[in-house]
């Protein structure tokens, strides 16, 4: 297993388009997490899931974000109607429960 | 929110010891995590502790006080590649989800 990988590694869309983000987690893990990273601070909690269940999403979130996770596999995160506020890191990581949390890489977006 | 409160930034000498503490939100919680993370890269994973007491691990060792909600992070004989910024990361058992705070940015100087 390679770790947990992360569709684009970059993304610039004009403001007001849709993107959509990819996330492959470590195999066995049943746990993803979407987090969203701005310039001298720590992640933000998005969301997570526990195989295909979201079980939280933040009360932040506005309804523009949303997340899948068809099968317990693979993740998506989609955010519509871009603003440039959404310009940020957004890291996705994996674990089993109780265990430690394994990021990708991340998908750096730029809203123009 | 879990109110967690670290550093934002601290300096040390090559060489020398350095502690970060964060404190954290104890309702509901379970253990606690801390990660590093280089400037432009993805946090990785340093330790986690769940008892009270010292975890240690080569030149990193983790503290957790459960009842005061704090732990702390115990860097010896720092190397220039210890320059990073170090995210506390409390987990909790209702909704199981992890939240990091907002990370101590360390710089080590020759």
């Known amino acids: 297993d390679t770790g947990v990988s992360q569709d684009p590694r970059h993304k610039i869309t004009k403001r007001g388009q849709n993107v959509t983000f990819r996330c492959d987690p470590i195999?066995?893990?049943?746990?993803l997490y979407w987090y969203r990273q701005t310039l001298g601070q720590g992640p933000e909690f998005l969301t997570y899931?526990?195989?295909?269940?979201?079980?939280?999403k933040s009360r932040l979130l506005s309804d523009r974000f949303s997340a899948e996770r068809p099968k317990g596999s693979f993740s998506t995160l989609e955010i519509q109607r871009t603003e440039q506020g959404d310009s940020a890191m957004y890291l996705c990581?994996?674990?089993?429960?109780?265990?430690?949390?394994?990021f990708g890489q991340g998908t750096r977006l730029t809203v123009v | 929110g879990q109110n967690i409160d670290q550093p934002t930034e601290m300096t040390a000498t090559e060489g020398a010891i350095v502690q970060i503490n964060c404190t954290y939100q104890t309702s509901g919680f379970n253990g606690l995590f801390w990660y590093q993370q280089h400037a432009g890269e993805a946090p990785t994973f340093l330790s986690y502790n769940v008892l009270d007491g010292l975890e240690e691990k080569g030149r990193f060792s983790s503290f957790l006080s459960r009842s005061k909600g704090y732990s702390y992070l115990l860097l010896k004989e720092l190397q220039m590649k210890d320059s990073a910024s170090y995210l506390c990361?409390?987990?909790?058992?209702?909704?199981?989800?992890?939240?990091f705070g907002q990370g101590t940015e360390l710089s080590v100087k020759p």
């Open positions: 990581a994996s674990s089993l429960a109780r265990q430690e949390a394994f």
């Open positions: 990361a409390p987990y909790y058992n209702q909704g199981g989800k992890l939240i």
């Open positions: 195999s066995e893990h049943n746990r």
């Open positions: 899931f526990q195989n295909e269940a979201q079980l939280e």
